[in-house]
């Protein structure tokens, strides 16, 4: 596995999401409950339930992912690196929802990845705000535990679940406590190795 685009996450790209997208529809690509609805119980695809601005995606407009946000919008960012001294941020979801209450049927996907926010202490007009969202100080434990059972829920038994957090303020730990099992296996990586990817399995759920 490889780093890829100005983020420095990690992607999965081409390998695990195109393990998990082989043979499925390619003609049907966007919206909600008509999107899985078209699909039907035979077919499955890949949701990316709180997916930002796409930075981990080898391919942001993959023909197999539904992308997800609760946000919709354009900031323009000061980055000393592009030409011009800025560069655009944008996130444009195919469907806006909250991870905490997706609008899909139970087991509608094989593959679901969850990459929430894990700033507390970014504020709400700051650029790492903008770039990667912010936790609710007071609920950020129930909002992340609702999002791993929403995230399980709509994930096909013996389907996945690729989680990635960063403990820059809180502990993979703590965070991994609130999901309904424990992960399978997963991985650190960034330059602190504070940011980590983790697999669960759908069925898994009540095995500590």
């Known amino acids: 596995m490889r780093r890829v685009g100005g983020g ?20 049907c690509r966007r919206g909600g409950d008509q999107y899985v609805d078209h699909l039907g119980a035979a077919m499955r695809r890949v949701l990316d339930a709180c997916c930002g601005s796409r930075m981990f995606w080898f391919d942001r407009s993959h023909p197999a992912a539904v992308f997800m946000d609760r946000r919709r919008e354009r900031h323009v960012l000061r980055d000393r690196s592009s030409v011009g001294g800025s560069r655009v941020l944008s996130i444009s979801p195919d469907v806006v929802a909250d991870f905490r209450a997706m609008p899909y049927r139970d087991g ?4 679901v990845v969850f990459d929430p926010p894990h700033f507390l202490r970014s504020g709400e007009s700051g650029w790492m705000a903008k770039k990667y969202g912010a936790l609710e100080r007071s609920t950020w434990a129930d909002d992340l535990r609702a999002g791993f ?5 709509v994930c096909r038994q013996g389907g996945v679940v690729v989680f990635k957090w960063n403990e820059n303020e809180i ?17 650190r990586f960034g330059r602190h190795e504070q940011s980590h990817w983790l697999v669960f399995r759908r069925g898994d759920e009540g095995m500590r």
Do not use: H, I, K
């Open 149 to 153: 059972r929403e995230c399980f829920r």
């Open 8 to 27: 420095g996450g990690l992607s999965w790209g081409m390998g695990l999401c195109e393990l998990f997208a082989a043979g499925l529809c390619g003609r």
């Open 171 to 187: 502990s993979v730990r703590t965070v991994v406590d609130l999901a309904p099992c424990a992960p399978l296996f997963g991985n």
């Open 108 to 111: 509608s996907f094989d593959l």
